[in-house]
């Protein structure tokens, strides 16, 4: 299970730039970052480290823990969408939730303005394909998508055997078309596709790369 940040990691992660997310550490403060999905090393020289939605959310000293692959977002410590599932914690209403996920969706629109080669926040970036289930999941929960709890229905976002693709899954056919809309306007490429054994209906999204 994740740990939360050393003091020392704390502090560099309080220092970052509170516009680009800029981190500033020895190498082994930052290598330790990436590893718990709290920043990312820039693909071009200077090969600068910047906060990842996650780790902006540790700056901002907001609840949630690190999402573990496939299952959905805790309730404390670093902030994770919420991929969906009947294992899904059913949370009581919480109005700072919704600022939470609106403010993480802004914080990954400036990290593909940061990393995409052209600016552009149109189309995933890097971090984005490097994971597919929380991306897709905050796609779609920042755009008001229900998450599947134990005793409502919702959207369930999945990893695949493919390297560039999630499936989504969804209660009716209105809500899936809703999902496919929604991905798409977030830069997804969305299919919709027929599960051969079950007859079930879902999507499968890969992030658009031009």
Do not use: K
């Not at 820039?42 to 990842?52: A, N």
């Not at 805790?74 to 109005?95: I, K, N, T």
């Not at 971090?127 to 597919?132: A, V």
């Not at 005793?151 to 969804?170: E, H």
């Amino acid at each position: 299970m994740s740990r939360e940040p050393t003091a020392a990691q704390r502090r560099v992660i309080d220092a970052a730039d509170p516009v680009t997310g800029r981190l500033r550490g020895t190498e082994a403060q930052l290598t330790a970052l990436v590893r718990r999905g709290l920043a990312f090393r820039h693909p071009r020289p200077p090969h600068d480290h910047f906060l990842t939605p996650e780790g902006r959310r540790v700056q901002e000293g907001s609840p949630g823990t690190p999402e573990q692959p496939g299952q959905p977002a805790p309730s404390a410590g670093v902030f994770a969408a919420r991929v969906g599932g009947a294992e899904e914690a059913v949370l009581p209403s919480d109005p700072g939730r919704l600022r939470e996920v609106r403010g993480a969706w802004q914080g990954l629109l400036e990290l593909r303005r940061m990393t995409n080669p052209d600016g552009s926040v149109d189309r995933p970036c890097a971090w984005e394909r490097g994971h597919l289930v929380r991306a897709a999941a905050l796609a779609l929960e920042a755009a008001g998508h229900p998450p599947e709890t134990a005793s409502a229905p919702g959207y369930r976002v999945r990893a695949t055997p493919q390297p560039d693709a999630v499936a989504v899954y969804a209660p009716d056919a209105t809500t899936l078309s809703a999902c496919a809309d929604t991905l798409e306007r977030a830069g997804w490429q969305p299919g919709e596709y027929t599960e051969p054994r079950t007859r079930t209906r879902y999507l499968l999204a890969s992030p658009r790369r031009a």
